[in-house]
């Protein structure tokens, strides 16, 4: 398997989980992922900060402050999927990029009228859910 298969089953595990468990820091997501069924090399908390960066069903909602073995106080972002748009489990698949999608829902995917993301349509109705939403 190679490593852009796996990098798209993390990123669609990963919104799964914060979708399950809610605003989350790297780390945690990292305990979250050696859990998770159709991970087998969990990445590490910088890959996976890098992954979520680059989705955007997820958002960084806040800061987490953790304090170190050496006593000092360091501040963690706190990742969460973007509730404004996506409200339930089924939504996930109406908001997720082209380059995370299977390449069944890559044949299923047309491009919006509106802000020309290719997505998976609700009803195949224009425009896209991220547009209904926002």
Same mark, same amino acid.
């Given at each position: 398997? !190679?490593?852009?298969?796996?990098?798209?089953?993390?990123?669609?595990?990963?919104?799964?989980?914060?979708?399950? &468990?809610?605003? +989350?820091?790297?780390?945690?997501?990292?305990? /979250?992922?050696?859990?998770?069924?159709?991970?087998?090399?969990?990445?590490?908390?910088?890959?996976?900060?890098?992954?979520?960066?680059?989705?955007?069903?997820?958002?960084?909602?806040?800061?987490?402050?953790?304090?170190?073995?050496?006593?000092?106080?360091? /501040? &963690?972002?706190?990742?969460?999927?973007?509730?404004?748009?996506? &409200?339930?489990?089924?939504?996930?698949?109406?908001?997720?990029?082209?380059?995370?999608?299977?390449?069944?829902?890559?044949?299923?995917?047309?491009? $919006?009228? +509106? +802000?020309?993301?290719?997505?998976?349509?609700?009803?195949?109705?224009?425009? $896209?859910? !991220? $547009?209904?939403?926002?």
């Amino acid at each position: 398997m !190679s490593a852009n298969n796996n990098n798209k089953r993390v990123r669609r595990a990963i919104v799964e989980l914060l979708f399950d &468990h809610g605003a +989350c820091t790297r780390e945690q997501v990292a305990e /979250h992922l050696q859990n998770y069924k159709g991970v087998k090399n969990v990445p590490s908390p910088n890959s996976i900060s890098a992954l979520m960066s680059k989705n955007p069903q997820v958002v960084i909602v806040g800061r987490e402050k953790v304090e170190m073995t050496n006593g000092g106080n360091i /501040h &963690h972002f706190q990742f969460d999927i973007d509730r404004k748009v996506i &409200h339930s489990k089924e939504d996930l698949i109406f908001t997720r990029p082209l380059s995370v999608m299977t390449p069944n829902e890559r044949g299923r995917a047309i491009q $919006c009228e +509106c +802000c020309a993301r290719t997505r998976i349509l609700p009803d195949g109705q224009q425009p $896209c859910l !991220s $547009c209904r939403r926002q």
